[in-house]
């Protein structure tokens, strides 16, 4: 079974992350899954690809901080995260979180501070290719 924190390049399968974290418990009720894919437009230019970068060792322990964190803030019975590390085009993946918990709001509530944590803490950073040229972006927009 893959690590259930992960930055990597290639792409994922949300099957396969959801199959995994329905078999660490059977008293899992409900989970709440957030995928962030990549658009072909933001802030009013076209964009051809985004390309992700990241402080690799810095990232991942962030990333099971924040896993741990959300187990035990919201009463968790396990999660996910799996964060794209390449570049991409639109449509494709970019990110994946997945809270399981006995009931839905622990894991919507979850979902939901893992994915904003994620882009305030993460040392993970997201230039856009454009037709005019190639720019960082700002993680908290």
Same mark, same amino acid.
């Given at each position: 079974? &893959? ?12 099957? %396969?992350?959801? %199959? ?6 059977? =008293? @899992? #009720? #409900? ?6 894919? *990549? =658009?072909? $437009?933001? &802030?009013? =230019? ?5 390309? $992700?970068? %990241? ?26 995260i799996v964060h794209r590390v390449t570049t991409v085009r639109a449509g494709d993946n970019i990110? $994946? @979180? *997945? /809270? *399981?918990? &006995?009931?839905? /709001? *622990?894991? $919507?509530?979850?979902?939901? !501070?893992?994915?904003? &944590?994620?882009?305030?803490?993460v040392p993970i950073w997201k230039k856009e290719i454009t037709p005019a040229g190639e720019a !960082? ?5």
């Open positions: 079974m &893959e690590d259930p924190v992960r930055i990597q390049q290639e792409d994922f399968s949300q099957d %396969a992350e959801i %199959a995994a974290l329905k078999a660490s418990s059977l =008293r @899992i #009720g #409900g989970i709440a899954t957030f995928l962030g894919c *990549a =658009r072909d $437009f933001s &802030e009013g =230019r076209d964009v051809s690809e985004i390309s $992700f970068e %990241a402080y690799g060792s810095m990232a991942l322990a962030e990333m099971n901080k924040l896993r741990t964190e959300a187990i035990a803030n919201f009463k968790l019975i396990d999660a996910r990110v $994946f @979180i *997945a /809270a *399981a918990a &006995e009931h839905r /709001a *622990a894991a $919507f509530d979850a979902c939901r !501070w893992i994915i904003d &944590e994620l882009k305030q803490r !960082w972006v700002t993680p908290h927009p």
